[in-house]
Protein backbone atom coordinates (compact mmCIF):
# COMPACT_ATOMS: atom_id res chain seq x y z
CA UNK A 1 0.00 0.00 0.00
CA UNK A 2 1.43 3.87 -0.47
CA UNK A 3 2.58 5.88 1.82
CA UNK A 4 0.87 8.53 -0.20
CA UNK A 5 -2.53 9.76 0.04
CA UNK A 6 -3.68 9.87 -3.51
CA UNK A 7 -3.82 13.61 -4.58
CA UNK A 8 -6.22 15.44 -7.43
CA UNK A 9 -5.32 16.30 -10.60
CA UNK A 10 -5.85 20.20 -11.72
CA UNK A 11 -6.41 22.18 -14.44
CA UNK A 12 -5.88 25.57 -13.30
CA UNK A 13 -7.10 28.73 -15.63
CA UNK A 14 -4.26 30.74 -15.05
CA UNK A 15 -5.11 34.00 -17.24
CA UNK A 16 -3.18 37.28 -17.02
CA UNK A 17 -0.07 36.74 -15.44
CA UNK A 18 -1.19 39.93 -13.25
CA UNK A 19 -2.88 37.35 -11.33
CA UNK A 20 0.59 36.39 -9.44
CA UNK A 21 0.36 39.80 -7.60
CA UNK A 22 -3.45 40.14 -6.85
CA UNK A 23 -6.06 39.58 -4.65
CA UNK A 24 -9.60 38.58 -6.45
CA UNK A 25 -11.68 35.95 -6.75
CA UNK A 26 -9.72 33.53 -8.99
CA UNK A 27 -6.64 34.05 -6.13
CA UNK A 28 -8.58 33.33 -3.56
CA UNK A 29 -9.84 30.25 -5.31
CA UNK A 30 -6.59 28.82 -5.45
CA UNK A 31 -5.53 29.30 -2.13
CA UNK A 32 -8.39 27.58 -0.92
CA UNK A 33 -7.64 24.68 -3.36
CA UNK A 34 -3.74 24.56 -1.91
CA UNK A 35 -5.29 24.35 1.88
CA UNK A 36 -7.83 21.70 1.01
CA UNK A 37 -5.51 19.23 -0.47
CA UNK A 38 -2.95 16.93 1.38
CA UNK A 39 0.60 18.52 0.98
CA UNK A 40 2.25 16.97 -1.83
CA UNK A 41 5.61 15.87 -2.34
CA UNK A 42 6.07 17.80 -5.44
CA UNK A 43 4.36 19.22 -7.65
CA UNK A 44 4.41 18.53 -11.45
CA UNK A 45 3.16 21.19 -13.73
CA UNK A 46 2.07 21.33 -17.58
CA UNK A 47 2.14 24.44 -18.69
CA UNK A 48 1.00 26.28 -21.80
CA UNK A 49 4.06 28.17 -21.60
CA UNK A 50 6.98 25.21 -22.32
CA UNK A 51 5.73 24.32 -25.82
CA UNK A 52 8.72 22.71 -27.41
CA UNK A 53 9.18 20.47 -30.24
CA UNK A 54 10.19 17.68 -27.25
CA UNK A 55 9.20 16.47 -24.10
CA UNK A 56 11.46 17.30 -21.55
CA UNK A 57 11.67 17.64 -17.67
CA UNK A 58 13.31 20.14 -15.44
CA UNK A 59 15.71 18.58 -13.39
CA UNK A 60 17.68 21.39 -11.62
CA UNK A 61 17.76 21.80 -7.86
CA UNK A 62 16.88 25.44 -8.23
CA UNK A 63 14.60 26.31 -11.38
CA UNK A 64 14.78 30.09 -11.89
CA UNK A 65 12.23 32.03 -12.19
CA UNK A 66 10.93 32.72 -16.05
CA UNK A 67 9.26 35.73 -16.52
CA UNK A 68 8.13 34.79 -19.97
CA UNK A 69 6.08 38.30 -20.71
CA UNK A 70 6.48 41.70 -22.11
CA UNK A 71 4.80 45.15 -21.66
CA UNK A 72 3.94 44.31 -17.70
CA UNK A 73 4.68 46.46 -14.63
CA UNK A 74 8.06 46.12 -13.15
CA UNK A 75 6.95 44.66 -10.05
CA UNK A 76 5.66 41.63 -11.83
CA UNK A 77 8.92 41.59 -13.39
CA UNK A 78 10.45 40.91 -9.73
CA UNK A 79 8.35 38.46 -8.31
CA UNK A 80 10.74 35.22 -7.60
CA UNK A 81 8.93 31.80 -6.77
CA UNK A 82 11.90 30.12 -5.68
CA UNK A 83 10.52 26.99 -4.98
CA UNK A 84 13.03 23.68 -5.07
CA UNK A 85 13.37 21.04 -8.15
CA UNK A 86 14.53 17.86 -7.60
CA UNK A 87 16.62 15.60 -10.31
CA UNK A 88 15.03 12.24 -8.36
CA UNK A 89 11.60 13.13 -9.08
CA UNK A 90 12.60 14.16 -12.48
CA UNK A 91 13.88 10.33 -13.14
CA UNK A 92 10.54 9.38 -11.61
CA UNK A 93 8.87 11.21 -14.31
CA UNK A 94 10.99 9.82 -17.15
CA UNK A 95 10.14 6.47 -15.73
CA UNK A 96 6.84 6.51 -16.06
CA UNK A 97 6.83 8.69 -19.48
CA UNK A 98 9.42 6.68 -20.90
CA UNK A 99 13.32 6.72 -22.14
CA UNK A 100 12.34 9.32 -24.57
CA UNK A 101 12.11 12.55 -21.85
CA UNK A 102 14.83 14.85 -21.92
CA UNK A 103 15.99 15.88 -17.84
CA UNK A 104 16.28 19.91 -18.88
CA UNK A 105 18.47 22.48 -17.12
CA UNK A 106 17.57 25.07 -19.92
CA UNK A 107 13.75 26.24 -18.40
CA UNK A 108 12.76 26.57 -14.96
CA UNK A 109 9.60 27.79 -13.57
CA UNK A 110 7.63 30.12 -16.46
CA UNK A 111 4.79 32.21 -15.70
CA UNK A 112 1.89 29.66 -15.85
CA UNK A 113 3.42 27.72 -13.30
CA UNK A 114 4.59 30.17 -10.91
CA UNK A 115 1.70 33.10 -11.10
CA UNK A 116 -0.99 30.03 -9.73
CA UNK A 117 1.44 28.33 -7.59
CA UNK A 118 2.92 31.97 -5.66
CA UNK A 119 -0.91 31.66 -4.63
CA UNK A 120 -1.64 27.60 -4.26
CA UNK A 121 1.63 27.33 -2.14
CA UNK A 122 2.81 30.87 -1.29
CA UNK A 123 5.84 29.44 1.41
CA UNK A 124 7.88 28.10 -1.98
CA UNK A 125 8.10 25.03 0.30
CA UNK A 126 7.00 22.31 -2.02
CA UNK A 127 9.64 21.30 -4.95
CA UNK A 128 8.12 22.43 -8.42
CA UNK A 129 8.96 20.43 -11.94
CA UNK A 130 7.79 21.40 -15.22
CA UNK A 131 6.53 19.01 -17.86
CA UNK A 132 7.17 21.03 -21.49
CA UNK A 133 4.35 19.85 -24.05
CA UNK A 134 5.82 18.54 -27.58
CA UNK A 135 4.12 20.53 -30.05
CA UNK A 136 4.82 17.64 -32.95
CA UNK A 137 2.47 15.25 -30.73
CA UNK A 138 -1.18 15.08 -31.46
CA UNK A 139 -3.51 15.89 -29.32
CA UNK A 140 -4.41 12.21 -28.16
CA UNK A 141 -0.69 11.80 -27.51
CA UNK A 142 -1.09 14.25 -24.60
CA UNK A 143 -4.05 12.75 -23.39
CA UNK A 144 -1.85 9.58 -23.25
CA UNK A 145 0.60 10.67 -21.64
CA UNK A 146 -1.54 12.33 -18.94
CA UNK A 147 -2.60 8.40 -18.46
CA UNK A 148 0.84 7.58 -17.93
CA UNK A 149 1.20 10.39 -15.15
CA UNK A 150 -1.75 9.11 -13.15
CA UNK A 151 0.41 6.75 -11.32
CA UNK A 152 2.62 9.80 -9.64
CA UNK A 153 -0.73 10.95 -8.48
CA UNK A 154 -0.35 7.95 -5.58
CA UNK A 155 2.88 8.91 -5.21
CA UNK A 156 2.83 12.15 -3.57
CA UNK A 157 2.71 14.02 -6.73
CA UNK A 158 0.51 16.85 -7.66
CA UNK A 159 -0.11 16.79 -11.38
CA UNK A 160 -1.40 20.66 -12.70
CA UNK A 161 -2.17 22.02 -15.51
CA UNK A 162 -2.04 25.27 -16.35
CA UNK A 163 -3.57 27.10 -19.57
CA UNK A 164 -7.27 28.20 -20.42
CA UNK A 165 -9.91 26.16 -21.83
CA UNK A 166 -11.20 29.50 -23.77
CA UNK A 167 -8.00 31.52 -24.83
CA UNK A 168 -8.70 33.99 -27.83
CA UNK A 169 -6.20 36.71 -27.34
CA UNK A 170 -7.38 38.55 -30.61
CA UNK A 171 -11.19 39.04 -29.17
CA UNK A 172 -9.59 40.08 -25.69
CA UNK A 173 -10.90 43.16 -24.21
CA UNK A 174 -7.74 44.81 -23.36
CA UNK A 175 -8.10 48.44 -21.60
CA UNK A 176 -12.19 47.80 -21.01
CA UNK A 177 -13.94 48.05 -17.53
CA UNK A 178 -15.98 44.88 -18.19
CA UNK A 179 -16.77 43.11 -21.27
CA UNK A 180 -19.40 40.69 -21.42
CA UNK A 181 -18.59 36.80 -21.91
CA UNK A 182 -19.01 36.02 -26.13
CA UNK A 183 -21.38 33.91 -26.39
CA UNK A 184 -19.17 31.23 -28.36
CA UNK A 185 -16.76 31.45 -24.93
CA UNK A 186 -19.86 30.39 -23.01
CA UNK A 187 -21.50 27.47 -25.33
CA UNK A 188 -17.78 25.80 -25.39
CA UNK A 189 -17.54 26.02 -21.82
CA UNK A 190 -20.60 24.94 -21.10
CA UNK A 191 -20.33 21.96 -23.52
CA UNK A 192 -16.80 21.12 -22.20
CA UNK A 193 -18.38 20.96 -18.31
CA UNK A 194 -20.71 18.49 -19.32
CA UNK A 195 -18.31 15.85 -21.30
CA UNK A 196 -15.99 16.47 -18.46
CA UNK A 197 -19.12 15.55 -15.80
CA UNK A 198 -19.79 12.75 -17.80
CA UNK A 199 -16.69 11.22 -18.35
CA UNK A 200 -16.35 11.78 -22.15
CA UNK A 201 -13.44 12.46 -22.84
CA UNK A 202 -13.29 11.68 -26.86
CA UNK A 203 -14.59 14.99 -27.78
CA UNK A 204 -12.06 17.05 -25.99
CA UNK A 205 -9.53 15.10 -27.06
CA UNK A 206 -10.71 15.88 -30.97
CA UNK A 207 -11.62 19.36 -30.05
CA UNK A 208 -10.61 20.58 -33.55
CA UNK A 209 -13.39 18.50 -35.11
CA UNK A 210 -15.82 20.45 -33.09
CA UNK A 211 -16.82 23.15 -34.93
CA UNK A 212 -16.42 27.13 -34.72
CA UNK A 213 -16.98 27.98 -30.86
CA UNK A 214 -13.82 25.05 -30.55
CA UNK A 215 -12.29 26.98 -32.85
CA UNK A 216 -12.59 30.62 -31.76
CA UNK A 217 -11.84 29.51 -28.03
CA UNK A 218 -9.06 27.73 -28.92
CA UNK A 219 -7.54 29.25 -31.64
CA UNK A 220 -3.82 27.67 -30.91
CA UNK A 221 -3.32 24.43 -29.10
CA UNK A 222 -0.78 25.70 -26.23
CA UNK A 223 -3.34 26.85 -24.04
CA UNK A 224 -5.56 23.82 -24.19
CA UNK A 225 -3.11 21.17 -24.57
CA UNK A 226 -2.67 21.45 -20.77
CA UNK A 227 -6.40 19.95 -20.08
CA UNK A 228 -6.07 16.91 -21.97
CA UNK A 229 -2.99 16.00 -19.49
CA UNK A 230 -4.67 16.33 -16.40
CA UNK A 231 -8.44 14.99 -17.98
CA UNK A 232 -5.49 11.42 -19.52
CA UNK A 233 -4.70 11.42 -15.25
CA UNK A 234 -8.46 10.75 -14.02
CA UNK A 235 -8.90 7.55 -11.77
CA UNK A 236 -12.00 5.73 -10.75
CA UNK A 237 -13.58 6.99 -8.42
CA UNK A 238 -12.96 10.54 -8.97
CA UNK A 239 -15.17 13.89 -8.62
CA UNK A 240 -15.25 16.25 -11.07
CA UNK A 241 -15.58 20.28 -9.58
CA UNK A 242 -15.04 23.10 -11.09
CA UNK A 243 -13.91 25.33 -7.85
CA UNK A 244 -12.69 28.16 -9.60
CA UNK A 245 -14.88 30.02 -12.76
CA UNK A 246 -15.29 33.02 -14.57
CA UNK A 247 -14.64 34.23 -18.21
CA UNK A 248 -11.87 37.76 -17.85
CA UNK A 249 -12.38 39.85 -21.06
CA UNK A 250 -14.64 38.14 -22.62
CA UNK A 251 -12.28 35.51 -24.15
CA UNK A 252 -10.26 33.81 -21.24
CA UNK A 253 -12.19 31.05 -19.35
CA UNK A 254 -10.49 31.39 -15.69
CA UNK A 255 -12.09 27.70 -15.46
CA UNK A 256 -10.44 25.61 -12.48
CA UNK A 257 -11.22 21.89 -13.41
CA UNK A 258 -10.45 19.42 -10.14
CA UNK A 259 -10.34 15.40 -10.35
CA UNK A 260 -10.21 13.73 -7.29
Known amino acids: MSAFQRLP ?3 FGHGNPMNALADNVYTRGWRQIGASIPKPRAVLCIS ?7 TGVTAMPSP ?4 DFGGFPRELFEVQYAAPGSA ?3 AEIRDVIGPSVRLDESWGLDHG ?3 VLCHVYPDHDVPVLQLSIDEILPARAHYRIGGQLAALREQGILLIGSGNLVHNLHAYGWGRRVIEPYDWAVRFEQQAREWMLAGNHQPLIDYESLGQDAALAAPTPDHYLPLLYVLGAQLPGDEVTFPVEGVDGGSI ?8
Open 48 to 54: AHWYVPY
Open 9 to 11: AIF
Open 113 to 115: TWS
Open 253 to 260: SMLTVQLG
Open 88 to 90: EIA
Open 64 to 67: PTIH
